[in-house]
């Protein structure tokens, strides 16, 4: 696939082409999308509906994973922009899947075994389309060939036939981009800064900020920490600052009497387009108040650290 870099983007252009193209691919029959309210699935939501109007149908999976109140608040904000979103509530499939899960590759097939092929598959039956939209960019494609690490949305490049494995074609309007070229594209469709501004979130969702097994006790740990994290770092220029868990149980004090509890770890990231990072020199008031909060507002957590390796060797997510 052809890179193009954001400088030589003209997003105007690139919106008609892709238009067309999604036109042409799907032909006469119905296409489907997942949407999940990253800048990536959105701009791929209304490329899709500005090509297909009510050809399109556009889902929002509720797998349990999300961030805290995350499936209505991105249903309503698109239906408020004339897309019909429908809510399906898959939580229970997904946790099956994930259940005795502790490998992080394992994990990332299982959310992608669940969303593809289960409920992904019945909802494409169900809907009689033939075509899935999607939104891979350039760094999904490389960081799974190189072998970095599976993103759950690419298949070809790994010799697997999505009509074979899964009943319908996939149709990657973005492949070409990186996150930046992205976010331009979302600003000249008219997305709003809570869009086009979105930190990047992962395809398994807060599944990949659990380290070890991702049952719905630790999921809402994670997710407790994650908006204390947002919270108090929003409007730093991060590219990326998020709540990992831990695996172990680790030794805490409270009141007098040992405790053992749980372990967040917080990441904060300064990059341009995700090949490289570096974690942000965060003042230490700020890590202090940070840990102040996690320790006083999510139940169970004893121990609060900062990562500090660069990417690479390490990644962005912890899993």
Not at 155 to 177: K, N, S, T, W
Request: aromatic share 6%; glycine share 8%.
């Amino acid at each position: 696939m052809r890179e193009i870099s954001a400088p030589r983007l003209q997003p105007l252009r690139f919106i008609d082409e892709q238009v067309a193209a999604i036109r042409e691919a799907v032909g006469g029959d119905t296409a489907i999308n997942a949407l999940s309210g990253g800048v990536d699935s959105s701009v791929v939501t209304m490329l899709g509906h500005r090509a297909l109007g009510r050809r399109l149908k556009t889902v929002f999976i509720d797998n349990g994973l999300m961030r805290a109140g995350e499936p209505r608040r991105v249903t309503g904000l698109f239906r408020r922009l004339g897309v019909p979103v429908a809510l399906v509530d898959a939580r229970r499939e997904f946790f099956a899947a994930l259940r005795g899960v502790t490998d992080p590759e394992e994990k990332r097939e299982a959310v992608t075994r669940t969303f593809y092929r289960d409920v992904f598959g019945r909802l494409v039956k169900e809907s009689g389309a033939r075509v899935l939209l999607q939104g891979t960019i350039l760094t999904d494609i490389e960081e799974t060939v190189a072998g970095i690490k599976r993103q759950h949305n690419v298949f070809e490049q790994l010799g697997i036939d999505p009509q074979q494995a899964f009943g319908y074609r996939i149709v990657e309007p973005l492949a070409a981009l990186r996150k930046d070229g992205v976010r331009k594209v979302a600003r000249a469709l008219g997305l709003p800064p809570e869009i086009h501004g979105r930190m990047p979130f992962p395809g398994p969702a807060l599944a990949a900020r659990v380290i070890g097994e991702a049952t719905p006790a630790r999921i809402e740990t994670v997710r407790r920490a994650t908006a204390v994290v947002e919270e108090m770092l929003a409007g730093r220029r991060a590219f990326q600052y998020f709540a990992v868990l831990h695996e172990d149980r680790v030794t805490g004090l409270r009141r007098g009497r040992r405790e053992f509890g749980q372990q967040i770890e917080i990441r904060c990231w300064d990059s341009k387009d995700a090949r490289t990072a570096t974690p942000m020199r965060l003042p230490w008031a700020t890590l202090e108040a940070l840990a102040e909060a996690l320790l006083h507002r999510v139940p169970g957590v004893v121990s609060v650290t900062y990562h500090l390796a660069p990417k690479p060797p390490s990644t962005i997510e912890a899993v």
